[in-house]
């Protein structure tokens, strides 16, 4: 492909922050999907990662998308996303990675894709990564002016109440929270100039087994949480797992006390044979392939209170993160029940904003 920024491009990124900046910053809902860079040059279309790998094949209908709705020559940062009814669904995105052509097209039909374009860094022969954001995002409204559905621009605003606003409400539909762009900066590759303030909640969970470090037998790579459902059944929910060295020490001595069989364990499905066992289909993914999912298994009799984004179905759509331990919480009053749900919203009124 001859254009001015050619692929692999890595893509500019975004530190956390506690609370919505404000300044001289641009707005924009921050979407959950798979971050993605396009490449169009006429009818030759390459969808790169976040992590540079292709994702072309995965996508047939963006690649028919795009070269329908972008110019003919261009590179566009955007989010590919899967919308089911008034949601975005992370979960049936993830099954967009299939390895079988067959199923790859069979998916395409079933569960469309659609991208959300946030910036334009090559037009024609014009690289624009060096030019402020603010003339970028108008160059961006420009080339997509005429574009129609799954092709959509993300709405922007300059003003932080209005963003304040988003962040509220457009978890409803899915959304991620927020991200914030000084209007005056350049596209830098693999930097966080852009800051994301997403949601941040607390549960208290079960820490029903754990997982050894790297570093050795001896220490405590991450540990296992769970939540009691409506049948009194303990679901496995997610992991937390960053804690100094010190500490991943303590913990494991802390922790043998625990230590049970699988037979008594409420995770009887995860019985290891010869040190081997075959994972629940709630804990494989296109991520972990191959990686080794076995555990010690804990008498379910500690609680722990932790921080966490959202929920992608039954589970923690990110690792979560420690807060405090809860020796005043019975295990079985850790229930999914107390979890926030958030209020439904419109995303077709998202996707149609400018």
């Given at each position: ?12 990124l975004a530190k ?258 010869e040190g081997t ?35 992608e179905g039954a ?40």
């Open positions: 492909m001859d254009l001015p920024v050619m692929p692999p491009v890595a893509p500019m956390a922050v506690p609370s919505i900046p404000t300044g001289a910053l641009s707005y924009e809902p921050k979407w959950d999907g798979f971050r993605s860079i396009i490449f169009r040059d006429g009818d030759e279309v390459e969808i790169g990662s976040r992590n540079g790998k292709p994702m072309t094949r995965y996508f047939p209908e963006v690649v028919a998308a795009v070269k329908a709705n972008l110019p003919e020559r261009c590179v566009v940062d955007g989010e590919i996303v899967v919308v089911m009814g008034d949601r975005l669904e992370f979960e049936v995105l993830q099954q967009r990675i299939h390895p079988a052509s067959s199923r790859v097209t069979l998916l395409a039909g079933e569960t469309p894709a659609t991208f959300i374009a946030f910036d334009l860094l090559a037009l024609g022969d014009d690289d624009l990564t060096g030019m402020p954001f603010e003339q970028r995002r108008t160059r961006l409204e420009d080339a997509l002016a005429a574009a129609a559905a799954p092709i959509h621009l993300t709405p922007a605003t300059r003003d932080a109440d209005t963003a304040g606003e988003w962040f509220d409400q457009f978890e409803g539909a899915g959304l991620d929270g927020v991200i914030a762009k000084p209007i005056d900066g350049a596209y830098l590759q693999n930097k966080r100039t852009m800051f994301k303030i997403k949601h941040t909640r607390t549960a208290d969970c079960v820490v029903a087994g754990y997982r050894v470090h790297k570093s050795g037998p001896d220490a405590i790579g991450s540990l296992l949480l769970g939540l009691y459902d409506d049948e009194g059944s303990l679901a496995s929910v997610g992991v937390i797992g960053s804690f100094p060295m010190a500490r991943r020490k303590e913990l494991f001595e802390e922790l043998q006390p625990l230590v049970t069989s699988f037979d008594e364990h409420p995770w009887a499905w995860a019985k290891q044979e066992r075959t994972p629940r289909a709630s804990e494989t993914s296109r991520w972990n392939a191959g990686k080794d999912l076995s555990f010690t298994p804990l008498r379910p009799e500690r609680v722990v209170e932790v921080r966490y984004e959202h929920m589970r923690f759509r990110h690792m979560a993160q420690f807060g405090r331990w809860r020796p005043d919480r019975e295990p079985r009053s850790c229930t999914y029940e107390q979890l926030e749900e958030p209020v439904s919203y419109e995303l077709s009124e998202i996707l149609t904003a400018r």
